[in-house]
């Protein structure tokens, strides 16, 4: 299994079969927040078939007056927590989870809070 980026045109049709699904982890989510000045990533976890395993959209924005950036996953990831310990326990060890509204970052992101 290994981590990539998918364009914001595929995550959607990619992502639709994925457990807790809401409209937060959407392609359509970072079009609208791109009104304010977020920029939306796409990132998954893709099994050696290249079915998409777990996905995340994180918004990124920067911060004024400063050289770093925000970094923000609404509503956490798209993984069924319940289903394959494997795949939670390789996500949950790439990532930091930060004690904010189910917050996930990717390692060497780093995470503010105001």
């Not at 364009?7 to 609208?32: D, G, I, M, V």
């Not at 509204?101 to 992101?109: A, E, H, K, Q, S």
Request: hydrophobic share 40%.
């Amino acid at each position: 299994m290994k981590l990539i980026n998918i364009p914001s045109s595929e995550f959607n049709a990619r992502t639709q079969h994925l457990p807790c699904l809401n409209w937060h982890q959407t392609a359509n989510w970072a079009k609208l927040k791109a009104n304010t000045g977020w920029h939306g990533h796409y990132l998954a976890y893709e099994d050696d078939n290249g079915n998409i395993q777990a996905a995340v959209m994180i918004l990124s924005k920067h911060i004024p007056f400063s050289k770093k950036q925000l970094f923000y996953a609404p509503r956490g990831f798209l993984i069924d927590f319940n289903n394959d310990d494997s795949i939670r326990h390789r996500v949950m060890s790439e990532l930091y989870v930060c004690t904010a509204d189910n917050t996930y970052f990717i390692n060497n992101l780093e995470c503010l809070f105001f």
